[in-house]
């Protein structure tokens, strides 16, 4: 089975800096996306990471470390529209986006 | 634009009605489609996936009898909520895979927001 672990919510400032992270335990991990889903909408693809290492794009960067289950999304320079929930998926060899529990991320101006 | 719509995109009901959901890819054709629940505050759960011209796959605790799922076409796969209750208002989103080679990222539909009365 797969076990994904994420903060159920996080607050920052508009301007700020935030990190938020996810922790899994899967079997024929592949890699992990993170989406961003806005309350009653579809999620949005925002990254994939397979190797270890950081990504950068754009305000949003993603991090993954194998060895240890670990991967993080920073956001910077935060904006109100940032305010989100932000979802964690490892993609396994059994070709199926599993989600973890999302992060609702609230930005305060 | 989009590349996967969802029909309809809001429903209310009466207990005990069935409901058909259409999941529409508009630019390619999949031979694989994924159905997701959401409920209130609460992340995606995988609920099935539909496979163009044979049954598809449930997850584990997901009722084959009561979700229906057909994909009779590259192009289309329903969903349909048979005797609905009360329990299974919720937001049902499909998904379909980038493309054949691709790292498996899905594009979402808009989604169906079920209410059953």
């Known amino acids: 089975g797969q076990n994904i672990d994420q903060p159920t919510e996080m607050t920052a400032t508009e301007g700020a800096i935030v990190q938020i992270n996810c922790t899994y335990q899967?079997?024929?991990?592949?890699?992990l996306f993170w989406y961003q889903q806005h309350a009653g909408e579809a999620p949005t693809f925002l990254s994939y990471?397979?190797?270890?290492g950081l990504e950068e794009k754009g305000r949003f960067s993603s991090f993954l470390s194998r060895s240890k289950g670990y991967s993080y999304l920073l956001l910077k320079e935060l904006q109100m529209k940032d305010s989100a929930s932000y979802l964690c998926?490892?993609?396994?060899?059994?070709?199926?986006?599993?989600f973890g529990t999302g992060t609702r991320l609230q930005v305060f101006p | 634009g989009a590349v996967v719509s969802q029909h309809p995109s809001r429903v209310i009901c009466k207990s005990g009605t069935s409901v058909k959901i259409e999941c529409r890819s508009l630019?390619?054709?999949?031979?694989?489609m994924f159905w997701y629940r959401q409920f209130p505050k609460q992340s995606l759960m995988l609920m099935a996936t539909?496979?163009?011209?044979?049954?598809?796959?449930?997850e584990q605790g997901v009722e084959k009898d009561k979700f229906l799922i057909n994909h009779a076409s590259l192009t289309l796969s329903t969903l349909t909520v048979t005797s609905a209750h009360p329990e299974d208002s919720s937001f049902y989103i499909c998904s379909r895979p980038r493309g054949k080679n691709s790292y498996n990222e899905q594009f979402f539909g808009p989604g169906t927001r079920l209410t059953v009365l």
């Open positions: 539909s496979n163009e011209g044979s049954k598809a796959t449930y």
């Open positions: 630019d390619f054709q999949a031979t694989t």
């Open positions: 998926a490892p993609y396994t060899n059994t070709d199926k986006l599993i």
């Open positions: 899967t079997s024929g991990f592949n890699g």
């Open positions: 990471n397979v190797l270890d």
